[in-house]
């Protein structure tokens, strides 16, 4: 049996979809990447593009960097670029691969999904929740730091200029002159 571990680690997020690329599901199947694309070709009317596409050779590139496990050589790289499958190709993989252990890895592959999807659904609950509970309390800590800042700076303290002023009622010239009697 397949390791559900497994299984997850060769899912990919690729054009906004969930997928396991051709030779990860060869692994899988415990048959060489070139025998399940031939099985594949043999039955294209199956799989339309939203079950399986090709990647393009800027995807396989930037699928390629993300890998580390490289190998140095001739002939030890993909001559083609590699195939993605959506989970609903991968369910058509069992017509066409027919042995017990495709369908034993078909039903591996398909809890899998379902479980990622069961997650995702959770964490969407989750963040709609926590939004709900930010935008409910996002008025009454707005006016509780409003506070905290107002009291951590005071207002500056008004300087008074340098100089005489005159008192009120008298005018500025008055002052400076001497008294006469």
Same mark, same amino acid.
Request: no cysteine; glycine share 6%.
């Given at each position: 049996?397949?390791?559900?571990?497994?299984?997850?680690?060769?899912?990919?997020?690729?054009?906004?979809?969930?997928?396991?690329?051709?030779?990860?599901?060869?692994?899988?199947?415990?048959?060489?990447?070139?025998?399940?694309?031939?099985?594949?070709?043999?039955?294209?009317?199956?799989?339309?593009?939203?079950?399986?596409?090709?990647?393009?050779?800027?995807?396989? !590139?930037?699928?390629?960097?993300?890998?580390?496990?490289? @190998?140095?050589?001739?002939?030890?790289?993909?001559?083609?670029?590699?195939?993605?499958?959506?989970? @609903?190709?991968?369910?058509?993989?069992?017509?066409?691969?027919?042995?017990?252990?495709?369908?034993?890895?078909?039903?591996?592959?398909?809890?899998?999904? !379902?479980?990622?999807?069961?997650?995702?659904?959770?964490? @969407?609950?989750?963040?709609?929740?926590?939004?709900?509970?930010?935008?409910?309390?996002?008025?009454?800590?707005?006016?509780?730091?409003?506070?905290?800042?107002?009291?951590?700076?005071?207002?500056?303290?008004?300087?008074?200029?340098?100089?005489?002023?005159?008192?009120?009622?008298?005018?500025?010239?008055?002052?400076?002159?001497?008294?006469?009697?």
């Amino acid at each position: 049996m397949v390791a559900a571990q497994r299984i997850e680690r060769a899912i990919l997020l690729i054009r906004g979809q969930k997928v396991i690329l051709d030779a990860d599901l060869a692994v899988l199947y415990g048959v060489p990447t070139g025998a399940l694309i031939q099985a594949v070709k043999r039955n294209l009317v199956r799989f339309p593009s939203d079950f399986m596409f090709q990647l393009t050779r800027a995807e396989a !590139v930037a699928l390629r960097s993300q890998t580390v496990n490289l @190998e140095r050589g001739r002939g030890k790289h993909r001559k083609y670029l590699p195939y993605a499958f959506t989970q @609903e190709g991968v369910a058509m993989l069992s017509s066409v691969l027919r042995s017990s252990r495709a369908v034993q890895v078909n039903i591996a592959i398909m809890r899998v999904f !379902v479980r990622l999807r069961g997650m995702l659904a959770s964490n @969407e609950a989750l963040a709609r929740r926590l939004d709900a509970l930010e935008k409910k309390y996002d008025a009454r800590f707005r006016a509780v730091f409003d506070a905290i800042r107002r009291l951590m700076s005071p207002p500056a303290a008004g300087r008074r200029a340098i100089g005489f002023r005159p008192l009120p009622g008298e005018d500025s010239v008055s002052r400076l002159r001497p008294h006469r009697a």
